[in-house]
């Protein structure tokens, strides 16, 4: 096998028996053909303190060349990796674009410390000191443990692909800070959501006060427990009057907010795939809503975009589905008129949802299964609020029997 060892930097004159400038040795090797150019390829290594430690690496490539197991590491850097991991993982065609978008996110946030480095440069020693130093600039540990994990996805298949030998996140620690009482009690806190009084108020409003479309919407949502993204991605087909239930198979995605770009996606998780009830009430209110629909539609037959959208657009770009945001915008307008919380969202119906489920007495595992969750600690943490009251108000009326007696 060619190859030699050299002191590229060698500032000594030629004839020194011993080199004084402190020069690092090298090795170069010749490790086959490239079958492209069919010339020699070459392994080059410098930064050996002595010719024993070039010797010894040497030797180890030269093992692993005979052993077949060599890897000539690339000298792509990591952002023009990441370009390139990108569009492997959105070819996959198993990832939805609200996960790339995430992961993309993710990437902004390395890309400061990594983005010109050769990808083989990058040691365990160093990805650990990002991950602290996120820690340090006060990001959440399940933000950095998102960062992490598509960090993990980027390495490994670099290592999958022969650029690297070495995964250096393979033993990354993402680090934890004693949490304050402070924050510990605002995990524990219950989420804000409507009582029975203030949602029968606030659905009052809707229908007296309200904007187009927000009684049906209102209703709508806190009734069946579903979330926004479900609602505005529900089509007339997804409802069986005659069964009294509505299928729940997509979502609604917008990146931008703009009325005519969405997509429809499968549901957040397998679990969000489901068929539930839907009480007469509701129904009633979209049998009132598809006939004002049909009088728009029949409007403006030749721009109409008839997609069958149940929450779609009354006053311009007709029949676009209805956006997110003016359904939180609407909400807010109503809270406000009702002199309700207006910290709550669309999302709070969901919880006020599950509140009332638990006071009927409704099991959690009922509950879970209505509103699409294969496992949830706010629902939980709601279900147990409302249940542990309960609990209680049933050992006083034991008291008050007995005492009674």
Not at 135 to 150: D, F, P, V
Not at 250 to 279: A, G
Not at 334 to 346: F, G, S
Request: aromatic residues 8%; proline residues 3%; contains cysteine.
């Amino acid at each position: 096998m060619e190859g030699h060892f050299y002191k590229p930097n060698c500032k000594c004159p030629k004839d020194a028996k011993k080199c004084t400038c402190g020069a690092t040795w090298s090795y170069i090797l010749d490790i086959g053909i490239d079958p492209k150019t069919g010339r020699r390829k070459q392994q080059k290594k410098g930064g050996f303190k002595t010719k024993k430690d070039v010797t010894l690496a040497a030797a180890i490539v030269i093992q692993e060349l005979d052993q077949g197991t060599f890897i000539q590491e690339s000298n792509i850097t990591f952002e023009d990796f990441t370009v390139e991991w990108l569009a492997l993982y959105h070819g996959t065609g198993r990832v939805k674009i609200s996960t790339i978008r995430i992961r993309k996110n993710e990437i902004v946030r390395l890309k400061p410390f990594f983005s010109l480095n050769k990808i083989k440069a990058i040691t365990r020693k160093m990805y650990q000191g990002v991950l602290n130093d996120l820690s340090k600039q006060g990001l959440s540990y399940g933000t950095i443990t998102g960062i992490n994990c598509t960090g993990r996805m980027i390495f490994k298949k670099a290592v999958e692909l022969g650029y690297i030998k070495t995964d250096p996140t393979q033993y990354a620690v993402i680090p934890k800070t004693q949490k304050t009482v402070e924050e510990l009690e605002v995990e524990e806190e219950i989420p804000k959501y409507l009582e029975k009084e203030e949602l029968s108020l606030f659905l009052k409003v809707a229908r007296e006060k309200g904007l187009e479309m927000d009684a049906v919407t209102f209703i709508t949502l806190a009734y069946t427990g579903m979330r926004v993204g479900e609602l505005c991605a529900l089509k007339w087909k997804d409802i069986d009057f005659e069964k009294h239930t509505v299928s729940i198979t997509k979502t609604l995605y917008r990146p931008t907010n703009n009325t005519r770009k969405y997509k429809l996606l499968p549901p957040k998780t397998k679990t969000s795939r489901r068929v539930i009830e839907m009480d007469a009430t509701v129904l009633a209110e979209l049998e009132s809503h598809r006939a004002r629909q049909n009088i728009v539609k029949i409007g403006h037959r030749d721009t109409y975009h008839d997609k069958d959208f149940i929450f779609s657009k009354m006053k311009k770009n007709h029949g676009y589905p209805e956006l997110v945001t003016i359904v939180e915008n609407h909400m807010s307008r109503l809270l406000k008129l009702a002199k309700l919380n207006q910290d709550l969202t669309p999302h709070s119906l969901r919880h006020t949802h599950t509140s009332l489920l638990a006071e009927a007495k409704v099991g959690l595992e009922e509950i879970m299964e209505r509103l699409g969750h294969a496992d949830d600690k706010i629902t939980r943490r709601i279900y147990l609020h409302v249940t542990k009251a309960m609990k209680k108000e049933a050992s006083q009326k034991f008291s008050e029997l007995m005492r009674s007696l």
